[in-house]
């Protein structure tokens, strides 16, 4: 590694960000719920459901019950295994599914754990729970749901699924030739002859009781000969690297918010806003849009194209007994740390500016967390802390100061004193083809129309780091350097076309798309006849841009697939079933 790029890369995770203290929030107010029908389209039945006052969906105690919670609210472990199976005997198969379910961890299980960390980390400062969990959650590939169920399976709408990544990764942008790195032939899981039937996500506080729970599963699994195909372990960086991805950023900060609240009136994201303020009724968080559940969970209300406030009236193609169920998108990518800071260091010369501010235009946040567009000159920890604002920032118009919700600055939270975003329409501080802006361009329209479009293509991120870190250490060892590592990339959807593949190929692949202004700099592939040439333009101090050729790719896939996630029921009550006929159609 280059002496810049090398002292860049050291220095990071050098100062802690200190996050909000001294916030102590009350206990969720029950909200009024009317009983309600209709909301979920005629292709998924469901029984009757409800709405709260708002009019959105309240989910119910067997709802709760049966998503998994690795899906709402999500996991968010320090260390987790994902065990990938293969299955072998379909009857041992089904009885190992018998032992697994009720194990599974559900979104009520989680949600109890998630509501008092929550409280505990705006009280105390601290992201280490006082109380620790373990949780377990279940996926499945498509030809693995067709071995299970036959014909039931063939109410899934959703073409990607039915494929499989590994068919579709040159679509993704993925090398097309065979000897290329990324290239499917070499992936470590997910290649044409290696696709798992079964991902197993176990997660946990400690590494200790990560083995314990993953040891157990696998023991099972074995005695029913359920294979193991691939083991990979992942693990949140140490210290002041905690939530960061090994570039050094940190990493999962935008996720949306999902409408809808629990029987006994809890939301699932809660609202923060003043209600005066009409962005109330679209933020859940300041920068945190409200997104209706059916985007990530099916049989519920969808996002409307129109109207963020409305639901749309479709429900997506899936099976009857898929309601609760979500599509699982996995990537293992290799980042290579020394080429991005090789590579920032060498540009930033060109450039005028340091290596780490490079970088963060690339990325558009600081290593921080600490958006561009509030902080266009350096980072700022202290905005980074504040998680009411360092997501509050549009691109296209100015951002509007934003009054806390009653209940929150009762709680004792001051109020958001941070430099406010400016107008940035062309890139002049937040370059346009800068990560974020790439797959969310938030406020600004895009190549598909306006922007509430952008909701539609909205994920449920999950992803967490594998391998040691560069980041932070001062002289690495050669063998340290050439350690593999990367991230897992997790998500849920309803649809892998409209979102996580509409997000990969169409944007972050695209110069021009969802704006003009380059590649996609971290994630983003080319693959035009071979030819993997990406740039992209960067503001000059003369109010220009200038384009940057994008030396190589810091990221490669080593591996993938795709997943449906089930209803906890449904593992029982489907999957595991012994076959004697159909089960039903959509």
């Not at 200790?208 to 029913?224: F, N, Y």
């Not at 905005?383 to 806390?404: C, I, K, S, V, Y």
């Not at 980041?471 to 050439?482: C, Q």
């Amino acid at each position: 590694m280059s002496g810049e790029g090398l002292a860049a890369l050291a220095g990071l995770g050098s100062v802690a960000v200190e996050r909000l203290s001294g916030i102590t929030l009350p206990a969720p107010a029950p909200a009024p719920i009317e009983a309600s029908s209709g909301l979920l389209g005629d292709e998924v039945p469901a029984p009757e459901s409800a709405t709260d006052a708002s009019g959105e969906p309240v989910f119910d105690a067997a709802a709760t019950a049966d998503i998994q919670g690795n899906v709402i609210p999500g996991f968010h472990k320090d260390h987790q295994r994902f065990l990938f199976f293969a299955a072998g005997d379909l009857d041992g198969a089904r009885e190992w599914l018998r032992w697994l379910a009720p194990r599974l961890s559900s979104m009520r299980e989680v949600l109890d754990f998630r509501r008092e960390f929550r409280r505990e980390r705006l009280e105390s400062g601290s992201a280490t729970p006082t109380k620790t969990a373990t949780w377990t959650a279940f996926a499945l590939s498509h030809a693995a749901v067709l071995k299970l169920v036959g014909d039931d399976a063939t109410g899934f709408g959703d073409q990607a699924f039915r494929q499989g990544m590994s068919a579709r990764s040159t679509y993704l942008g993925d090398p097309s030739d065979p000897a290329a790195p990324g290239h499917r032939d070499g992936w470590r899981v997910g290649g044409e002859a290696s696709e798992p039937d079964f991902l197993v996500i176990v997660a946990a506080d400690t590494s200790g009781d990560l083995e314990a729970a993953a040891s157990e599963i696998l023991s099972e699994a074995h005695r029913r000969s359920v294979t193991l195909a691939f083991d990979q372990l992942g693990e949140n960086l140490p210290g002041a690297l905690s939530g960061h991805e090994h570039f050094g950023f940190k990493d999962g900060i935008s996720q949306p918010g999902i409408r809808g609240a629990t029987a006994d009136g809890e939301r699932l994201s809660p609202r923060y806003l003043d209600p005066r303020n009409p962005h109330a009724r679209i933020f859940g968080k300041p920068g945190q849009p409200l997104v209706w559940p059916g985007q990530f969970v099916a049989g519920w209300p969808r996002q409307s194209p129109a109207d963020p406030l409305v639901p749309d009236d479709g429900a997506g193609a899936f099976p009857d007994w898929a309601r609760n169920g979500s599509y699982l998108v996995f990537r293992r990518l290799t980042q290579d740390v020394p080429a991005f800071w090789d590579f920032a260091a060498r540009a930033a010369e060109a450039h005028g500016t340091d290596p780490v501010r490079f970088a963060s235009l690339m990325v558009g946040r600081w290593p921080s967390g600490a958006p561009i567009s509030r902080a266009p000159e350096e980072d700022d920890v202290a905005l980074a802390g504040d998680e009411f604002a360092h997501n509050h920032f549009q691109f296209d118009d100015d951002t509007r100061q934003w009054m806390p919700a009653p209940e929150l600055a009762e709680a004792g939270y001051a109020g958001d004193t941070h430099p406010r975003a400016r107008a940035d329409l062309f890139g002049d501080m937040c370059p346009v083809g800068s990560h974020i802006r790439k797959v969310n361009p938030r406020d600004s329209g895009t190549d598909f129309g306006a922007p509430a479009d952008t909701f539609l293509r909205l994920m449920l991120r999950r992803g967490i780091p594998f391998g040691p870190p560069l980041a932070g250490v001062s002289d690495p060892s050669p063998e340290l350097v050439a350690t593999e590592r990367g991230l897992l990339f997790a998500a849920y959807m309803t649809s892998i076309e409209d979102q996580f593949e509409f997000v990969v190929r169409r944007w972050a692949n695209s110069p021009v798309q969802p704006n003009v202004g380059g590649h996609d700099p971290i994630i983003g592939q080319a693959d035009v006849h071979g030819d993997r040439t990406r740039h992209i333009d960067l503001p000059t101090p003369s109010n220009g841009t200038r384009s940057v050729a994008l030396e190589r790719e810091f990221v490669t896939p080593t591996g993938g697939g795709y997943f449906f996630a089930p209803g906890i029921s449904a593992v029982t009550e489907v999957l595991a079933a012994a076959r004697s006929g159909g089960l039903g159609g959509p």
